[in-house]
């Protein structure tokens, strides 16, 4: 099992930016890939960025983010971050965390507790 915390959300005004990051407890080198995704009150999950972790570093935006946000990783610090910049006030949501492994051939999915992300007007 692994735990999967996240940090950097706040409170900010629209326009502005805020680097949130998860991290692993263990090492993510043989992962498959990490990602963000985000809940809003009212509405679905949605995807918001993925990175792969085993092999190249590609990523995968969802279309309203790709031009605003920026997913990286850090593998020697078991990290994933996520640049959000140019915020808007529909970005207001709990920002989710995930990790993709593969344990005993299925792929597996982790999830960490969510850091708040608020965008006032």
């Known amino acids: 099992q ?3 915390v996240e940090s950097g959300g706040g409170l900010v005004q629209a326009g502005g930016s805020l680097r949130l990051s998860c991290l692993a407890s263990r090492s993510i080198f043989n ?4 990602g963000w995704y985000r809940h809003a009150p009212g509405k ?8 792969n972790i085993i092999g190249s ?7 309203s983010m790709r031009d605003r946000f920026t997913i990286s990783r850090s ?13 808007k006030p529909e970005d207001t949501a709990v920002y989710y ?6 344990r005993q051939g299925d792929p597996f999915d982790s999830w960490g507790q969510g850091t708040q992300v608020t965008v006032s007007s």
């Open 2 to 4: 692994v735990q999967l």
């Open 31 to 34: 992962f498959n890939s990490m």
């Open 44 to 51: 679905q999950r949605e995807f918001v960025a993925r990175i």
């Open 57 to 63: 570093s590609s990523t995968d935006y969802a279309d």
């Open 75 to 87: 593998i020697a610090k078991n990290t994933v971050y996520l640049q959000m910049n140019s915020l």
């Open 97 to 102: 965390c995930n990790a993709n492994e593969l």
